[in-house]
């Protein structure tokens, strides 16, 4: 690290100094930028407000000569006019209303400031962008964007070098800033408005530079929701002294802190429409400001590994930027400002890496707030947080007073800095720009790979589709092949050849090794093809491609998943292609949105679709309340095709709406003279809920977010909910309790029920909370009728569904009876992607699932079953078994001393071999007295495993495994005349697991038949 620290310096005096050998040797000495910070002696400044940031502020070092004075302005508003006091000030937290209505008197007042909608959140709030810059520039922003476009999009001057450094001579860079994605960081709104007002109004030297140079793109509230509600929540505290006040628990509409997890599946509005107006802008960096480590933490240089898709090129960019911005910052006095540190850089899901996945610059600050609290507030931190280390030389303080001006001090400094980096280097930064860009089209032909090629014969087009589409959300240009055409693929086996959806078994991997050393393959007409010779290309590599984190790779601690292959999360197969010819295939860009083609073939009284596991599927039935859908429990021939088991058979719809509507879905129906000869149960639109606690709705966020997609209905219900309805039976079938935090006895007893009620309700006091998710007191859990309530639901008939953190609840109050909970033991999981098997595939929660999907699996959790109440059983598992301590090697038997070998009529039978997903099988003197054996309909039957050992890690990070492989990780309950269907993989989760949504699904239009295709045992 030290060494890369050097080297970045070495670049940056080299490129200053191509500019003429005074800057070269200003650069040895002075800051990165030609100006010193500091106001102009020549500007009046607004006393009143320059008085107040000194009041603000706690130490006089917590400031800088950047904005220790506020410049007046005769014409221009500052935020007090709206804030009624300054920027920062102690107890004042605005509103998104707010920040907008002075952004937009911004607008009004200065022309260089320009505010722009760029869509709106999943609750309807407005998302804004404000660009920030010399009149000249603001006067010619659609020239600029146009020479931009060009460097973004080198195709479009034919890669010509020349004409590159020509514009970036000319250009203005665009520097993207966002704030507060995450709502309970809350401190960058004030400073995103006070710094709009400098950028706009300060003529000293340094800030002129910036603005003539540089065009400042601000959207000031990522999460608009999530900002409201924290403000409510903020002025709740205050409104009410000495009562303790609930945390933020939604902050946008479905997740939490996860909403910077999505910039990979593109789920949300938010990062859609960041995304959006950084590809518009052709911006060059996504700066996002975080607020949990003190007192600034730029992790943009972050630790490895890097993401493995980046150019080295802006790693190179975030290490010379980081360090500057140490550098400088630490030059200003201001203490604790460091980079490095523990925030990996591999997961490409961050919102701000989206400018690193689009040859940009993805940029980081981690300052230090009072968590969603505009006090001043005694801060004490820990000896980890002010140690002094290699790359934090000057760190924080044992314990200061913090106030939200001191924290808005660090963020404006730290950004002018930042800006006035790029400004003063913008050359060099386009040039990058453009060379990022380039080497992204080059890509297909240097590293490769040249295509992915998702083939139109897909078993599962809707979900092809859905891939595709994520990819578009990308701004990833698909292509479709207008003719049959065939590549080279290499033979050899292996993961880096593998492809998506298609697990090749070991045996055959090894087989396909020893043969030759490449084979062809053909693919229809119609096929899609994802050229990487494109400028987004390295966003659909990272996304395609595999993920492999080295178990004994030096960082111990991955911050956060660490494999995402999204088409095996898909389940569909996308062909990583390196012969470059396939670039030379007759293709058409589509155009509009990719979407699988649909409608009924034929005619007749019943039409049949095959369950492919699309998840169109189940929308159809939602869609078309009042059909007749029944499910096949076997496979069967009709219209001379093949149908999967749990096929729909559809009746008793006109068969223009069926048509109309499987064409809208993208399902393809056949139309039958007559029903086929096989058992079909009736598919029925199950009423449902989902149900939350108080306490953890994170991670359930994307259940609902995903259900809402599929337009599936259902009520949104807490554990309160639950415990004040005795018949939950009357309203709901099927109850899905996603991932949750908090243990079992937790979701039972809430929180502690001392002091005050702490309502989390739609009020005038709090008029952002929704009225989806309410309650007058956030305290009471589930509580003992509402474990009573989920009992009788379930014994009655009811479906109640679980996953990891709620299965556990399951387990842990008896509603799953033999089924029991294994850790990863000394195994190592972290956010990866581990192939499963079908083990029971008559089970119609396995309807349209394929073998060998790839499941998300976050810590290696699985389960355990047993015929008997309390686990165990009778046998041994599979693999070498263990002997006693005694005489001979592992496989002899031990001999007694002193007497005869033992006669025949005295051994035990050897136990059978039990493989970690089945049963054992009970023995006679178990049944003598079967108090505690389950009776055989009882039992829990596993319908998903692990693979083996050996095939078990699909992308991310694996050690060991032998405490995970071949375990049930998707086990159906049984419970009197209902079911508990438990999952310890998580199969709905930020938009990235597709392939596994269908396991809930079955679980939900299958609720009353999930024994279909039950064996039972004989006793
Ligand atoms: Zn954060």
Known sequence: MRSSAFAAGVVLLSLLGSDGASNFLRAQAAPASPFTPGRSPSQPIDEAYTRKIREYTTEPFFLSPLVDYLPASKTVPTPSVVLGDIAGAPNKLPYSKEVYEYMRLLDKASPRVQVVSIGTTEEGREMIAVAIASEALMAGLEQNRAMLAKLADPRTIGM?????????????????????????????????????????????????????????????????????????????????????????????????????????????????????????????????????????????????????????????????????????????????????????????????????????????????????????????????????????????????????????????????????????????????????????????????????????????????????????????????????????????????????????????????????????????????????????????????????????????????????????????????????????????????????????????????????????????????????????????????????????????????????????????????????????????????????????????????????????????ISVQDVAATPDLNARWDVILFGPTGGSPQSIVAGLPMWRNPMPWKNSPETPNIGTWAQTDDIRPGLGFAGLSNLWHFVSRGGVLVVAPGSAAFAVQFGLANGVGINSAGQSRVVGSLLRSRLVDDASPIAYGVIDSLAVLSEDGESFSVSNRLGGGGFGRFAGPAGRPTGRGTASDGDVVQGRPALEPRFEAATPPTVEPWQLAPLQEDQMRNPLNIIPPDQRPRVVLRFSAQRDLLVSGLLGGGSEIADRPIVVDAPKDKGHVVLFSINPIYRGTTIGSYFLVLNAILNFDNLNAGRKLDVR
């Open 160 to 716: 010509n070098d020349a004409e590159a450094t020509r514009i970036a001579g000319l250009a203005a860079p665009v520097y993207y800033i966002t704030g507060t994605i995450h709502s309970p960081e809350a401190g960058a709104p004030t400073a995103l408005m006070e710094l709009a007002y400098r950028l706009a109004v300060d003529e000293s030297p340094y800030v002129k530079n910036i603005r003539d140079h540089l065009i400042t793109l601000i959207t000031p509230i990522v999460e608009v929701d999530g900002r409201d509600r924290v403000v409510d929540l903020f002025k709740w505290h205050m409104a009410h002294p000495g009562e303790t006040w609930p945390g933020l628990l939604y902050w946008g509409h479905y997740v939490a802190h996860d909403n910077n997890r999505d910039a990979m599946g593109m789920t949300l509005k938010l990062t859609q429409n960041v995304l959006n107006t950084y590809v518009d802008w052709k911006a060059q960096v996504i700066h996002d400001l975080h607020e949990s480590v003190p007192y600034l933490y730029d992790n943009t240089i972050g630790d490895g590994p890097y993401n493995a898709w980046l150019d080295p090129l802006v790693t190179n960019e975030w290490q010379m930027i980081g360090w500057n911005n140490v550098q400088e910052m630490t030059r200003l006095g201001m203490p604790g400002v460091f980079a490095f540190g523990n925030f990996d850089t591999w997961s490409p899901g961050y919102l701000m890496f989206m400018a690193a996945t689009h040859n940009g610059i993805s940029r980081l600050y981690e300052t230090f707030g009072n968590g969603g609290s505009a006090e001043t507030l005694e801060r004490t931190l820990s000896p980890s947080e002010t140690s002094r280390t290699w790359y934090r030389q000057n760190p924080p303080l044992p314990k200061v007073m913090w106030s939200l001006r001191n924290n808005n001090n660090y963020e404006q400094t730290g950004l002018l800095v930042s800006l006035s980096y790029i400004a003063s280097n913008r050359r060099l930064f386009l040039q990058n720009f453009y060379e990022k860009s380039k080497r992204s089209i080059l890509k297909a032909k240097t590293e490769g790979p040249a295509a992915y090629v998702l083939s139109a014969d897909t078993r599962r087009p809707g979900t092809q589709a859905e891939l595709l589409r994520v990819l578009q959300k990308q701004h990833v240009e698909v292509s479709s092949a207008s003719a049959p055409f065939s590549v080279s693929l290499p033979a050899r086996g292996g993961a880096d050849r593998r492809t998506g959806g298609q697990a090749v078994d070991s045996a055959t991997r090894r087989a396909s090794d020893s043969a030759s050393k490449t084979t062809t393959r053909s693919f229809p007409a119609g096929s899609y093809i994802v050229r990487i010779d494109q400028p987004y290309s390295r966003i659909a590599d990272a996304l395609l491609d595999y993920q492999y984190w080295a178990p004994n790779d030096p960082q111990r601690t991955p911050y956060d998943d660490t494999g995402w292959t999204f088409p095996e999360g898909f389940g569909v197969e996308a062909v990583r292609v390196v012969d470059a010819k396939v670039l030379d295939v007759p293709m058409q860009r589509v155009t509009g949105e990719v979407r699988a083609p649909g409608g009924v073939t034929g005619s007749g009284p019943v039409v049949a679709i095959n369950h492919n596991g699309d998840n169109a599927l189940a929308t159809l039935r939602y869609r078309l309340k009042t059909a007749d859908m029944q499910a096949a429990e076997e496979p069967f021939e009709a219209a001379g095709r093949k149908f999967n088991r749990g096929s729909f058979l559809i009746r008793n719809v006109p068969a223009a709406e069926l048509d109309q509507t499987t064409r809208e879905l993208g399902l393809a129906g056949y139309a039958l003279s007559q029903a086929p000869s096989v058992k079909t149960h009736p598919l029925r639109a199950a009423r449902v809920a989902v149900m939350h606690t108080w306490t953890s709705t994170q991670t359930e966020g994307w259940w609902r977010q995903a259900l809402d997609v599929m337009q599936i209905p259902y009520d949104y």
